[in-house]
């Protein structure tokens, strides 16, 4: 899942070598930290949001089907 992620962003962003996702298992969910330069911030989020609700809701339903709970945190 977190080479899915990787990707998606990386298709994003200008500066692909600023991205990094950070796994994160606790007791019942996986967190995902992505940290992208300050610059392609805005990119990942979209206007309102909208790009980063997207990933959210595509890594979500991979997750359903894995039977996993997940969360995506971005940081600037």
């Known amino acids: 899942m977190k080479e899915i992620i990787e990707t998606i962003i990386k298709n994003l962003v200008e500066d ?11 007791e019942e969910s996986i967190c995902y930290e992505i940290t992208v330069a300050e610059a392609d911030m805005g990119k990942v989020i979209g206007r309102q949001g909208k790009i980063a609700k997207a990933i959210r809701t595509v890594i979500k339903a991979i997750a359903m089907k894995e039977q996993k709970k997940v969360t995506i945190e971005f940081i600037g």
């Open 16 to 26: 692909k070598q600023a991205v990094s996702v950070n796994e994160i298992q606790k």
